[in-house]
Each structure stands twice: as C-alpha cells, then as structure tokens.
C-alpha cells in the first residue's frame, strides 16, 4: 500500500517514481524474495476496511508477480467486504505504475468533493 509521494513542495504532492518504474517494483528488487501485491492504494483507509462507505458498486485493484500471494490479499479484501466481482487483477508487478501514477488524480477527487470518501468503477463494454 506504499505509494511514492512527495509532500516537499506542498500540495497536491509530486511522485518520487514514475512512468518507467514503481515502488512496487523497488520494493519487489530490492527484496526479490518478497511476495508483493500492490492493492488498497488508490482509496483512502476507511473505505479500504468498509467498501460500503462508499454507495454502489466500485473496484479495487490487485498486482503482483506472485499469484498465490494475490489470492491471498483477495481474501482479506473478502473480509473486509469487497465483493470478488469488484477485485480486478492487473497483472504483474509493473501495473503498480499506473495504480500510484491514479494517486494524485485521487487527490483531485478528494478536492473536488470534499470527501475521502469515493472511489472508481472499471466498466467495459460488450
């Protein structure tokens, strides 16, 4: 749930990584053996452990290069209440990019409503 944020000049903050590497990624060099799953970074920690806060369906993310450790994190996202159909996999470790690169567009939203209290829903077509 790290996310590469530099606060140094104020708000909104700037990302200390991005484009062509994350801090997933880092994270998952620097300790290779690690079973890294990037999830939970792209809604603040209330709507994280009670995803009913916010009405309606919406989506949570996972990524990770190990995918037992993502059937794990699905799990505790279950318990915590999102539905499975809500839990989409990105893929890999790399798609951690772009759920911190979504951070400070998160920011703007929390701005622009006032509340915390949102998220997104991934919706495609037929």
């Known amino acids: 749930m790290a996310n590469p944020l530099d606060f140094s000049h104020g708000m909104p903050p ?3 990584v991005c484009n062509g590497d994350s801090l997933g990624e880092q994270i998952q060099r620097a300790f290779p053996e690690a079973r890294v799953v990037k999830s939970l970074n792209t809604v603040n920690c ?3 452990v009670d995803p009913g806060i916010v009405p309606g369906s919406h989506t949570m993310f996972v990524a990770g290069n190990d995918g037992g450790a993502k059937s794990e994190v699905r799990g505790l996202l279950e318990s915590f209440g999102w539905p499975p159909g809500d839990v989409v996999d990105l893929g890999d470790i790399t798609a951690s990019r772009g759920l911190e690169m979504y951070l400070p567009l ?21």
């Open 46 to 48: 209330d709507v994280m």
């Open 106 to 126: 998160w920011l703007r939203f929390w701005g622009a409503t006032g509340t915390g209290h949102l998220n997104v829903k991934l919706v495609t077509g037929p």
């Open 14 to 16: 700037t990302l200390t």
